[in-house]
Structure formats: C-alpha cells, structure tokens
C-alpha cells in the first residue's frame, strides 16, 4: 500500500516567492496533519484536518502560512511570502480517527523547503 | 499541557553494545498514548511503536524492546546488539486524549553505531 506522499522532496525558492507543499494522505485515512521540522524547534504541529475540515490551525505560524484540504486525498500548504526563517522540513501524516482509540500518525518522507 | 523529556541529544556505541534512549513524558490526562519513531539520515519519519497508558507490559520486537513505567512516568527504549543501520534519531512523542490533544515530540536523540 501506498504511505503518505509528499512533493516536492526538496524545494529552493528565493525569499519573496509563492511556495505550494503538497501531501496525498493514505487511502482511507480521514485526518491529516501538517508538521515542520527545524533544529532550533524541533518536530512542531502546524495544522490539522479531519473529514478535510481544519481543527486546530494555532501552530500556524503566521498569516503567510496557510493550508487547504479540498477533498480526502489532497492538501496543501502554502507559504505566501516566503522568507529565509521558513527554511526547515516540512511532514506532512495522516491517520485513521474514529474517535474511539489513538491511531497512529504515519508520515510521509517530508519535503525540504530552502529559502535563499 | 504534555511535555516530552529526551534528556540525551547524542550516543554513540559500538555495534553490538546494547543501548538505551530514555523517555520522561508529563500530561495531566488519565489516559495517553506513548510512541517512538525513527529518522534514519534519508529524512522519513517510521513509525515504531504506540503505547496506551493502562497497557504497562513491556514489549519486545526483535532486538528492540520498550520499558513502560507509569510510576516514573518514562518511556524507555531499548536496542540489543546495535548495528550500524541503527544509526538514526529517535525521538519519544506523547497524545493525551482530551480535546484537541496533540502529538507532542520529544528533542530527538541521534543514536550513531560506529563498526
């Protein structure tokens, strides 16, 4: 079965610029989360979905961020303007909630965002 | 509010040591939800393990095993006979179950297995 996949792998873009990440959760998972991966702090929750309705968007870390969920197999998060401090990884995981018992988050392979 | 301790940020052993990553986590919910995933160097994160807070039994998977201790609130994970493909970074994460519970993660510790 296919895991969460993400693209790009890898994206350079100069300060400024519109940048897309996108994530194709696991078929038949109905949350997704977005997450971002920096040295300095570490594995950190941007956003979630659930049924492709965003929850809880307080890791969003400001209004140049934003992220989409248009059906069950697709979201994206986009950075509008960039800027060099968004430099980081960016994973995106889905899991299967039914309210009854703690799933487990699968993560895609994440995408690295390099903004010069 | 939950938190997540990895205490150690960097070990290094030589293959077939056994080693030990250590866990303490904190969350005022009665029940919980324990796991571990791995980041070898090509970036992915694996899932290893999930554990729930009324399940204290430790387990064994091969030559890794996880001691859960309610009492000391830790986490703890253990790789027998260590091999070079060991080498990645580890990291402990926690989910309460209240509302809008999140998965906390801890720092991360970079296991490195020298031949």
């Known amino acids: 079965d296919a895991g969460v996949i993400q693209s790009p792998r890898h994206e350079v873009t100069e300060m400024g610029q519109e940048v897309t990440l996108r994530c194709k959760p696991i078929?038949?998972?109905?949350?997704l989360f977005w997450y971002r991966q920096t040295m300095m702090r570490g594995l950190e929750l941007l956003i979630y979905?659930?049924?492709?309705?965003?929850?809880?968007d307080s890791g969003m870390p400001e209004d140049r961020f934003s992220a989409k969920m248009p059906n069950a197999s697709f979201s994206t998060l986009k950075i509008q303007p960039s800027e060099p401090r968004d430099s980081a990884v960016y994973f995106c995981a889905s899991t299967l909630w039914t309210g009854l018992e703690e799933n487990i988050q699968y993560f895609g392979a994440g995408t690295r965002l390099s903004v010069l | 509010a939950q938190k997540v301790t990895q205490a150690q940020t960097e070990i290094s052993v030589v293959e077939k040591e056994d080693v030990t990553l250590d866990c303490v986590y904190e969350t005022r919910d009665t029940t919980y939800y324990l796991f571990w995933y791995k980041q070898p160097p090509s970036g992915e994160l694996v899932f290893l393990i999930r554990?729930?807070?009324?399940?204290?039994q430790n387990e064994i998977s091969g030559r890794y095993s996880w001691n859960f201790q309610k009492s000391t609130s830790s986490f703890n994970f253990t790789i027998t006979a260590s091999q070079v493909v060991d080498s990645a970074v580890y990291f402990c994460?926690?989910?309460?179950?209240?509302?809008?519970?999140?998965?906390?993660f801890g720092k991360g510790i970079t296991l490195s297995v020298r031949p």
């Open positions: 078929s038949g998972h109905n949350s």
């Open positions: 554990r729930n807070s009324f399940d204290e």
């Open positions: 979905f659930n049924n492709n309705v965003p929850i809880d």
């Open positions: 994460a926690l989910r309460g179950t209240g509302a809008n519970s999140k998965l906390t």
